[in-house]
C-alpha cells in the first residue's frame, strides 16, 4: 500500500556538521513529497515540498531532491545549527490522503 | 493571516466523561483533518473532512467521532473519554489539491484521568 518510511527514529550531531534524514515511499501515484519541522511544543509547519524528479528544491538551508528511480526524498543539510533541534516529518500528498512518516529527531549538540 | 485555532490548549478530563475539541480555520480551506501525536507514534489520522457534513475515517477512529457544519469549523468528539485517549490532539486543514500544504494548529493537550 501506499506509504511513507522514515528509518532514523533519532538523529544526535554535533554543530556544524552536515545532517542528512532519510525518507522514502511507496506509491503507484504520481509522487508529490513534502517535509515538515515541529519544535518542541509548537505545531508542524511545511520546511519544503517538491514534485519534480532530480530537482532540488532548498528553503533555510535545508534542502531535498526527489528521486523517483529510488522513491527517496532525503532532507539534508550541509551545517546543522542548534536551532534545528526538532522533529522532521517526511509526508506525501494524494488528493488530500497525506500519509505521514514517523518522524526523525534531530537533537543537534553545541 | 491564514490560522487554524484549536481550542482549548490544555484538558484535563476524568475517565467516561465527554470531550469537544474545536478547531476553525480562516482560509476557507475545503479538508480538514485531526490527528493525534503520541511520543514515537508520529502522526496518526483519526479523520478527514472534505467538506460540510463529508466525512471519513482515518487510520484510528475508533473511539472518536467528528461534526462538520460549517467550512470553517471542525469538531472531535471523545464519547466517554478513555486513559489512552490522553495524547496531543492536532487539527489540521488544506486545499483540496494534491501539492498544497498542510497547515496546522497548535494542538490540544488531553490528559484523561
Known amino acids: 500500500g501506499d506509504s511513507v518510511t522514515q528509518t532514523e527514529g533519532l538523529v544526535t550531531l554535533t554543530k556544524g556538521l552536515p545532517v542528512m534524514l532519510n525518507c522514502t515511499y511507496q506509491t503507484t501515484y504520481s509522487p508529490f513529497l513534502f517535509w515538515y519541522v515541529q519544535h518542541l511544543n509548537e505545531a508542524p509547519k511545511l520546511l519544503l515540498k517538491s514534485s519534480t524528479d532530480n530537482k532540488r528544491t532548498e528553503h533555510q538551508g535545508f534542502y531535498a531532491t526527489l528521486h523517483k528511480s529510488s522513491s527517496s526524498f532525503h532532507l539534508q543539510k550541509s551545517s546543522v545549527q542548534l536551532s534545528d533541534s526538532a522533529l522532521y516529518f517526511c509526508a506525501w500528498n494524494n488528493n488530500n490522503r497525506i500519509f505521514f512518516g514517523d518522524g526523525t529527531q534531530l537533537v543537534v549538540k553545541p | ?113
Not at chain 2, 479523520?47 to 463529508?54: H, L, Q
Not at chain 2, 494534491?98 to 490540544?108: N, S
Open chain 2, 1 to 113: 493571516d491564514m490560522k487554524v485555532t484549536q481550542m482549548p490548549r490544555y484538558l484535563i478530563k476524568r475517565m467516561g466523561e465527554n470531550v469537544l475539541l474545536e478547531c476553525g480555520q480562516d482560509m476557507s480551506h475545503e479538508t480538514m483533518y485531526w490527528y493525534r501525536q503520541d511520543p514515537g507514534l508520529g502522526l496518526q489520522l483519526i479523520y478527514i473532512s472534505y467538506d460540510v457534513d463529508s466525512n471519513s475515517e482515518g487510520d484510528i477512529p475508533k473511539g472518536y467521532r467528528v461534526s462538520r457544519k460549517k467550512r470553517e469549523h471542525f469538531s472531535l468528539i471523545l464519547d466517554s473519554a478513555k486513559t489512552n485517549q490522553t495524547s496531543v490532539y492536532f487539527c489540521a486543514s488544506s486545499l483540496s489539491e494534491q501539492h498544497t500544504e498542510v497547515f496546522f494548529g497548535k494542538g490540544t493537550r488531553l490528559t484523561v484521568v
